[in-house]
Nanobody, 126 residues
Framework: QVQLAESGGGLVEVGGSLRLSCKVS????????MGWFRQAPGKEREFVGA????????IYADSVKGRFTISRANVVNSVYLRMDSLKVEDTAVYYC???????????????????WGQGTQVTVSS
C-alpha cells in the first residue's frame, strides 16, 4: 500500500528554520519524482518545489527560491524540505507528492502527481 508521511512541521518565528521530512513506502521510490506543495486557508494548493528521481535536479517556486532546499535520500525512501528565513506568508499545510519520473521535465502542477501525503502544518509567527 502506498503511503507518504510528512513530519517536521510546527510553530516557528519569522526568520526561523524548519526541516520537513516525507517518508515513502509502497513505491519504487528511486524511480519517482517528488514534489512539495503547500496550501494556506482559503488559497489553492501551491507548488513549492520538486526533485527528480535521482536527486540531481531541483526546481523551486520563485516565492521560496533561495530560502528552501529540497533533497532526498533514496536509501531510506525519504525526501526533505529545508526551510530557512521563514516568513509569515509561508504559513500553510505542506504536502509531499510522488509521480513516476517525468523525464525530462519535473512537473509543477499538482495534478501531475499521483500520490500525496496527509500534510504537516507549518505556522510562522510574527
Amino acid at each position: 500500500q502506498v503511503q507518504l508521511a510528512e513530519s517536521g512541521g510546527g510553530l516557528v518565528e519569522v526568520g526561523g528554520s524548519l526541516r520537513l521530512s516525507c517518508k515513502v513506502s509502497g513505491l519504487p521510490f528511486s524511480t519517482y519524482d517528488m514534489g512539495w506543495f503547500r496550501q494556506a486557508p482559503g488559497k489553492e494548493r501551491e507548488f513549492v518545489g520538486a526533485i527528480n528521481w535521482r536527486g540531481d535536479n531541483t526546481i523551486y517556486a520563485d516565492s521560496v527560491k533561495g530560502r528552501f532546499t529540497i533533497s532526498r535520500a533514496n536509501v531510506v525512501n525519504s525526501v526533505y524540505l529545508r526551510m530557512d528565513s521563514l516568513k509569515v506568508e509561508d504559513t500553510a499545510v505542506y504536502y509531499c507528492a510522488a509521480v513516476l519520473n517525468q523525464l525530462p521535465t519535473l512537473p509543477r502542477r499538482a495534478g501531475r502527481y499521483n500520490y500525496w501525503g496527509q500534510g504537516t502544518q507549518v505556522t510562522v509567527s510574527s
